[in-house]
Nanobody, 126 residues
Framework: QVQLRESGGGSVQAGGSLRLSCLASGATSSRNCMAWFRQSPGQEREAIAALYTPTNNTWYADSVKGRFTISQDYDKNSLYLEVNGLKPEDSAMYYC???????????????????WGQGTQVTVSS
């Protein structure tokens, strides 16, 4: 059974950076499409980036394009999110998600992912 575990969150000042990690266990075929979502209190969960692990194709939400970078280390079963130029509005719980299918055309949909981690909190102060 595939499990996802996020780490790397924390409290930073505006303009700072963090590297979020998602360690995956279990069958790789169940996590071809991996993504990062975030959710602030009272807000809907928002897709911010996705990566198709067999080919390294990536997708980004406009709100983070140019500041966030999604990547993987296939040998370490890990997905990463480099977050730079952090703003107070980036404060949220960040979640890793995975599914066995292709990411394209559906990567922003919560229902597209069968597997979720518990999240890691990012707090940005001004």
């Amino acid at each position: 059974q595939v499990q996802l575990r996020e780490s790397g969150g924390g409290s930073v000042q505006a303009g700072g950076s963090l590297r979020l990690s998602c360690l995956a266990s279990g069958a790789t075929s169940s996590r071809n499409c991996m993504a990062w979502f975030r959710q602030s209190p009272g807000q809907e969960r928002e897709a911010i980036a996705a990566l198709y692990t067999p080919t390294n194709n990536t997708w980004y939400a406009d709100s983070v394009k140019g500041r966030f970078t999604i990547s993987q280390d296939y040998d370490k079963n890990s997905l990463y999110l480099e977050v730079n130029g952090l703003k107070p509005e980036d404060s949220a719980m960040y979640y890793c998600a995975a599914d066995g299918g292709w990411c394209g055309g559906r990567w922003t949909r919560i229902a597209a992912y069968k597997l979720w981690g518990q999240g890691t909190q990012v707090t940005v102060s001004s």
